[in-house]
């Protein structure tokens, strides 16, 4: 099955400084990738997603990219700000349905 | 649009008993997945159901079961609770369930004394 590793496992940043957190997964045929944002005491919020035929998404402050060759895809979030304060998962499914192949998770703590 | 709805929020249960947690997905979708979050093992894949048809099923053992009515809402049933089975439980709802969006709802905390 499908393995996704995800480092680093916490990460503290100053406001207005980039984070990058950074996902490898091992199915080559996986090809759609999600992150999502979880706070506390609430669900996974998806944020942004890329798919296997993109190399790079950006929404405003966040930013994905995805090399396949290497089998590896990264969270870039710039000027970051204390509401950005969360867990973030990485995720990789395939097309066999809305089956999700999480990482473990980064804390992320943005210091005012 | 309301999002994907899940009740109760929290449950207290007895070792052995059985429980049974809801999830009304975000209207239209038709795709509906469960997941289990620990501390220890982070999100798992219980089973997915698409069109009232269970499609994809994790590694969990035979007292996890789910269905989904014809409303697309589903349910899922532990029996036989353990103490291990304590988690948030979480389910996600999407359009087709092929590679597309899925949205989580905020999870029910069950407990298991």
């Known amino acids: 099955g499908e393995n996704v590793e995800q480092h680093p496992s916490t990460l503290s940043v100053q406001e207005g400084d980039s984070a990058v957190i950074k996902c490898t997964y091992s199915?080559?045929?996986?090809?759609?990738f999600p992150w999502y944002k979880q706070e506390l005491g609430k669900g996974p919020q998806l944020i942004i997603d890329?798919?296997?035929?993109?190399g790079e998404k950006k929404d405003q402050r966040i930013a994905v990219t995805l090399n396949k060759t290497a089998k590896h895809f990264s969270l870039h979030i710039t000027e970051t700000q204390p509401e950005d304060s969360a867990v973030y998962f990485c995720?990789?499914?395939?097309?066999?349905?809305?089956?999700?192949?999480f990482g473990t998770g980064t804390s992320l703590t943005v210091i005012p | 649009k309301a999002g994907v709805t899940q009740t109760p929020r929290y449950l207290i249960k007895t070792r052995g008993q059985q429980v049974t947690l809801s999830c009304s997905p975000i209207?239209?979708?038709?795709?509906v997945s469960w997941y289990q979050q620990t501390p220890g093992q982070g999100l798992q894949f219980l089973f997915e159901?698409?069109?009232?048809?269970?499609?994809n099923k994790g590694n969990f053992p035979g007292r996890f079961s789910g269905r989904q009515f014809s409303n697309s809402r589903s349910e899922m049933n532990v029996s036989t609770l353990e103490l291990g089975d304590s988690a948030l439980y979480l389910c996600?709802?999407?359009?087709?369930?092929?590679?597309?969006?899925?949205?989580f709802g905020q999870g029910t905390r069950l407990t298991v004394v």
């Open positions: 199915d080559s045929a996986s090809n759609y």
């Open positions: 996600a709802s999407s359009q087709t369930g092929f590679t597309t969006e899925a949205f």
């Open positions: 209207s239209g979708h038709r795709s």
């Open positions: 890329i798919r296997s035929n993109v």
């Open positions: 159901y698409f069109s009232e048809t269970q499609r």
């Open positions: 995720a990789a499914s395939k097309d066999t349905g809305n089956q999700f192949y």
